[in-house]
């Protein structure tokens, strides 16, 4: 906790609604730090509506989504908004990132690594910690 009481912000990558997603928010809300957000950023084509009814479906959707158009690249624009969050010199921020955890390692050829891309263009931003969360999956 900050010297005023008060956290700093969590922020969950949300990439698709799914348990990956789920389980970084639920870590997010667990930790011991200030508000939570959720982190979506809007591919073009993407159905915002149908996206919306995803979230308000799972048992996390207290916490609140926010959304991004996509500028350039979507690890490109999660950095930049995430960057935007630091502008204050005293500003900190936690980002929780969820990531597969494939019990037969050929079938990481099958995801994008967008995560990946992310979490390395995010270990340039100073007062930013990542925390991965790691979802077993059986394929």
């Known amino acids: 906790m900050g010297s005023d009481g008060v956290g700093h912000p969590v922020v969950a990558l949300v990439g698709r609604i799914d348990l990956r997603a789920v389980s970084a928010v639920e870590t997010a809300c667990r930790l011991d730090a200030g508000p939570v957000r959720a982190l979506h950023v809007i591919?073009?084509?993407?159905?915002?509506?149908d996206l919306a009814e995803q979230w308000m479906a799972q048992r996390c959707s207290d916490v609140p989504l926010h959304t991004v158009e996509v500028a350039g690249s979507v690890p490109q624009?999660?950095?930049?908004?995430?960057?935007?969050?630091?502008r204050h010199p005293s500003a900190r921020l936690t980002v929780v990132i969820g990531r597969l955890?494939?019990?037969?390692?050929?079938?990481?050829?099958?995801?994008?690594?967008?995560?990946?891309a992310i979490a390395q263009r995010l270990a340039?931003?100073?007062?930013?910690?990542?925390?991965y969360v790691d979802v077993r999956v059986a394929y």
Do not use: F, K
Not at 43 to 49: A, L, M
Not at 77 to 86: R, Y
Not at 124 to 131: A, C, D, F, S
């Open 43 to 49: 591919e073009p084509n993407e159905d915002i509506g």
């Open 124 to 131: 340039n931003l100073q007062r930013l910690e990542v925390t």
């Open 101 to 116: 955890d494939l019990a037969r390692p050929a079938a990481r050829w099958l995801h994008d690594h967008t995560s990946d």
């Open 77 to 86: 624009t999660v950095v930049d908004v995430l960057a935007s969050d630091l």
